[in-house]
């Protein structure tokens, strides 16, 4: 075998090697990307005095309607912006709809937030806070374990309205991220109505690719102005009982 032969050979053995070493890799990113995600825990809030996942199944079961009159503790001047006449300037002719009444209880302290920041803090930042501690509990994780870890947080988020707010959605996610010292990704999603099952799916993704090991996935809407109702009604696209 001459030299030029050698070398040939010594060539196509590194080829073949490689190629197998390719080939595993595929393998490996192929079942990576068909491994199926565990759901580990829920929690949640829900218009109807739902506060967790098994109050909204009996909510679902028992038929009982999560819809009400408009929020008294939102600073709305409700009567001011009612006319049941469709399409008046500046006026919703619906003062119903799904709300959460308790949007404005939160315990700043239990998170190390002072008074004075929690006043100016989105009340969907407090939501999301408490759901994901309470994902952790039910799922049987201290949060202080995590700390460090690269776990992700994947919120919805599509109103951006609250007045004492200076900055915008995105600080959302990062919010959930720093309380808890998180160090996988922090992603704020806005598609309007899809925004959580956007939020879902990055995650799943992320998780698949090896962004991050554990993913916290949702999304959250408070609305802080009744403005959405009295440009829809200007469109004329509410039904009057809010259903």
């Avoid at 952790?136 to 951006?160: C, N, Q, W």
């Amino acid at each position: 075998m001459t030299g030029t032969d050698e070398k040939l050979v010594t060539a196509l053995r590194a080829s073949v090697k490689e190629t197998e070493r390719l080939r595993g890799q595929l393998r490996k990113i192929t079942a990576d990307s068909r491994e199926p995600i565990a759901i580990v825990s829920m929690a949640c809030r829900f218009p109807g005095g739902v506060s967790s996942p098994e109050d909204l199944w009996r909510l679902v079961a028992e038929g009982r309607d999560g819809v009400s009159p408009f929020p008294a503790d939102r600073g709305w001047d409700v009567a001011g912006i009612y006319d049941p006449e469709p399409g008046v300037e500046g006026k919703s002719y619906t003062r119903e709809g799904g709300f959460l009444h308790e949007a404005a209880a939160f315990d700043p302290a239990f998170f190390n937030i002072s008074p004075s920041e929690a006043l100016i803090m989105d009340p969907q930042q407090r939501l999301l806070l408490e759901a994901a501690w309470e994902a952790f509990e039910r799922a049987g994780i201290d949060p202080g374990t995590l700390k460090g870890s690269r776990t992700g947080v994947f919120a919805g988020v599509m109103y951006h309205d609250y007045p004492y707010n200076a900055a915008t959605g995105a600080i959302a996610s990062g919010r959930v991220s720093y309380v808890f010292g998180f160090e996988g990704p922090a992603v704020t999603v806005d598609t309007a109505c899809s925004s959580s099952l956007v939020a879902l799916h990055l995650a799943a993704q992320a998780l698949r690719s090896g962004e991050c090991s554990l993913a916290l996935a949702g999304g959250v809407t408070v609305m802080s102005t009744p403005e959405t109702f009295v440009e829809f009604s200007r469109q004329r696209g509410l039904s009057a009982d809010g259903r």
